[in-house]
Nanobody, 124 residues
């Protein structure tokens, strides 16, 4: 079955950097859109970024533009989320997801498969 597994989360100081990974099984990520989401304590889950299948077109929510970078490694069948200059508001559980379609969907309701999440905590 389709399985997505996130990793790379942890404790990071404000202004620091880390890279999250989304590894897939049973599917080839190069063909499908992969989205990154996050859910902070007491807040709704929000979309952060997405990379489309094949063409690799990327999208970012306004709050992370210039700081987050999504990328794909086809050999490792993994999608990454590079997070730079982290801020306190970046503290959240980060999830990756796919809808098994090439283009990035407009709504998170269209995503059918989700990882278990990885915790990112920004603290000094």
């Amino acid at each position: 079955q389709v399985q997505l597994v996130e990793s790379g989360g942890g404790l990071v100081q404000p202004g620091g950097s880390l890279r999250l990974s989304c590894a897939a099984s049973a599917i080839t990520l190069d063909y499908y859109a992969i989205g990154w989401f996050r859910q902070a304590p007491g807040k709704e889950r929000e979309g952060v970024s997405c990379i489309s299948g094949t063409d690799g077109i990327t999208y970012y929510t306004d709050s992370v533009k210039g700081r987050f970078t999504i990328s794909r490694d086809t050999v490792k069948n993994t999608v990454y989320l590079q997070i730079n200059n982290v801020k306190s508001e970046d503290t959240a559980v980060y999830y990756c997801a796919t809808d098994l379609e090439r283009l990035c969907p407009d709504s998170e309701r269209d995503y059918d498969y989700w990882g278990q999440g990885t915790q990112v905590t920004v603290s000094s």
